[in-house]
């Protein structure tokens, strides 16, 4: 329910529910490395979005690689943000 009034009103569960931390989190840039798995649980059970569409096993591949080069050479960042870049 929360999280779907989140997506509704395009803003984070946090937004509503508030969250211990979060100035603590920003202030670190933290909020960074969690945000991508915040928003996949705030919305895991809205069901389908019909404007995402699936992607290539040729392409996940690829992109799968780009993440463990950013993971194996301590890009943890832009390891994090991967996903935001992929979808915007």
């Known amino acids: ?5 989140a997506c509704a ?3 984070e569960v946090a937004t509503i529910q508030g969250q211990a931390y979060t100035n603590e989190l920003r202030a670190d840039q933290l909020d ?4 991508p798995v915040r928003e996949a ?3 895991y059970d809205l069901g389908a979005d019909p404007d995402i569409r699936a992607r290539l096993p040729e392409e996940l591949c690829r992109e799968a690689e780009n993440l463990c080069a950013d993971v194996r050479t301590g890009n943890i960042k832009s390891a ?4 935001t ?4």
């Open 32 to 35: 960074v490395l969690t945000r």
């Open 41 to 43: 649980l705030d919305v």
């Open 9 to 11: 009103l395009r803003v």
């Open 85 to 88: 870049r992929m979808a915007g």
């Open 1 to 5: 329910m929360v999280g779907a009034c």
């Open 80 to 83: 994090a943000t991967r996903e």
